[in-house]
């Protein structure tokens, strides 16, 4: 899969040793190895992902629907105007970004909306329909990785005259990064591809109470715990091995880091075991041992300050869900 280039290249392990965990993690005292959480992404990830913005407990994507929902008009009005143009990173769920586009019909507005994704199936699948039930909406696929996107949208999305860009983040995507990784995507998004006056609007999940993230990362039917697992299987795809990462020999553990703000995903060996990656390559995993696949960063209004500081950007507004749980906020250039 073109999500994972790097290992499928050989270049590289999908195993990275981290010496520098240890000291902040707490929970575990040994560094800790990682596979990156793109393994996450195959056809059936992207499925079970899917699934997983539909279970009660996963509160992030109903409390940002529900931004949309009831404050839709007002935010739309605030960053988008006619002739305006839309760039989403990432198609991600539509039936979010669709109260965003009834908003703009409502106002009256002809926009383009550009929507950015690593699959051309998702992206003709979630464009296809929208095109026929909104008509003063135009609406191109972008094909490729966030980094391609920028450079691609500073040099061949025309300038909208007399309005401005507005690029959309949702789902709290930014905090499958590090926070240091998020501030450095931001500062480039920033630098190069927005101009004076164009805006970014990004969905990030708070800080909340750590029993109501460990809920939302570990359902009571399992949903998250599969879509950790599947990851297994596309490692294998990945580097051309079978019965290598079996299934039974390890389990899903969640850990909610309060003092670093992050939810945790794990796979832990059941057993001592012994994987050969490649002819030249073998790994021993200790029983109990740990490996890192994803974190979710969770951001307190202090840590988003950072954020936007760190950037360059003003921090004009952020619209709040309900419960206080989510929010939508709007950077400005
Ligand atoms: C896509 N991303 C923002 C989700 C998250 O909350 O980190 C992925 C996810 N992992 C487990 N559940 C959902």
Redesign the pocket.
């Known amino acids: 899969s073109a999500r994972f280039d790097v290992a499928q290249n050989g270049k590289t392990s999908p195993f990275q040793k981290s010496g520098g965990l240890a000291a902040s993690y707490g929970a575990v005292d040994e560094p800790i190895r990682s596979i990156p959480t793109l393994v996450l992404y195959d056809d059936a990830g992207l499925d079970i992902?899917d699934a997983?913005t539909y279970v009660e407990e996963?509160y992030?994507t109903n409390a940002e629907m529900q931004i949309f929902m009831d404050l839709g008009d007002e935010i739309m009005d605030s960053c988008v105007g006619d002739g305006g143009v839309l760039i989403e990173l990432g198609v991600g769920s539509m039936r979010k970004t669709k109260y965003l586009l009834d908003a703009i019909v409502r106002q009256g507005k002809s926009v383009t909306y550009y929507a950015l994704d690593l699959s051309a199936q998702s992206l003709s699948m979630a464009l296809s329909p929208l095109a026929s039930h909104y008509p003063t909406i135009q609406f191109v696929g972008l094909l490729g990785t966030y980094d391609d996107s920028l450079s691609y949208i500073q040099t061949h999305i025309p300038r909208p005259v007399n309005s401005t860009r507005t690029l959309l983040w949702l789902?709290?995507?930014i905090?499958?990064y590090t926070r240091a990784e998020a501030a450095e995507f931001l500062k480039r998004v920033q630098t190069i591809a927005m101009d004076t006056g164009d805006t970014f609007l990004c969905g990030i999940d708070r800080r909340n109470d750590a029993l109501i993230v460990k809920a939302a990362?570990d359902d009571p039917k399992g949903v998250?715990r599969d879509?950790i697992l599947n990851g297994l299987d596309h490692v294998e795809r990945i580097l051309g091995v079978k019965d290598t990462f079996k299934r039974d020999l390890f389990e899903y553990v969640s850990i909610y880091n309060d003092e670093l703000g992050r939810h945790e995903?794990y796979y832990r060996s059941l057993v001592q075991q012994t994987l050969v990656l490649s002819a030249t390559e073998t790994v021993v995993l200790e029983k109990g041992e740990l490996i890192n696949v994803?974190y979710?960063v969770k951001y307190s209004a202090q840590d988003v300050q950072r954020l936007v500081d760190g950037a360059g950007f003003y921090w004009p507004n952020r619209w709040a869900d309900a419960s206080g749980r989510y929010d939508v906020h709007l950077f400005q250039k």
């Open positions: 992902y997983i996963y992030l789902g709290s995507s905090g499958n990362y998250t879509f995903a994803e979710s």
